[in-house]
């Protein structure tokens, strides 16, 4: 039943749209109890066949601070180690990357020539933004694994939103997954285990100005075929 007054978003909607990664971090470290709230919200993701089949560690305090300084030194040595590939093609996605690159560039003050400020934007990635905590989600190789990272996805998304909703920020980092044998011997996890990402987490700093960007969504009629419904704006009769 509709009626014609307006109703308020529910606080669901208001999550998904407030949502946004950030890229700068207070050193301020959540609490065990806030941490693990979250984690129990994550827990909540749907998977195929309810496999449940993420695997994540999560780093703290002088931990993290050894992590990132290993991933800092293979960054300079280029001792990459991806799992996965990170290849956008050629076309419309590689296009959508480079303007999202271009966007963090002029927010950090980096221009286009200057070479060694895109690459202490790369180191600032693997010192987690300054973040105080990052969890790294690893999963297992399930056939071609295409499902199981559809499951990592989803956890991921009830992480992120958990922490929207308890105040607190996060931001996915592909970047991480590139030096995925340095995750594992520092962390003593199983060649088994393949690293899909990581998420940075913590507060954001309010004063940060790249945190005050918001990356453009496409319109849904440029991602959605819509079969069998009314025209966008019409109701059921």
Known sequence: MTTDAAVPAAPLIDLLRSRSSARQFLPTPMSPPDIREVLEDAQRAPSNSNTQPWVVHVVSGAKRDALSAELVRAFEEERFSPDFTADYGTGVYLER?????????QARGVGRTDVEGRREVVRENLRFYDAPHVAFLFMPMLGD??????DIGMYAQNFLLS???RGFHGIPQTILGMYADVVRQALDVSDDYKLLFGISFGTADPDAAVNRIRM?????????????VPEWGCANS
């Open 163 to 165: 922490l929207t909703a």
């Open 97 to 105: 990357s480079h303007d999202h690159a271009a966007i963090v560039y």
């Open 145 to 150: 694994g295409v499902r199981t990272a559809g």
């Open 216 to 228: 453009h969504r496409l319109p849904v009629e440029q991602s959605v075929v819509m079969h069998g």
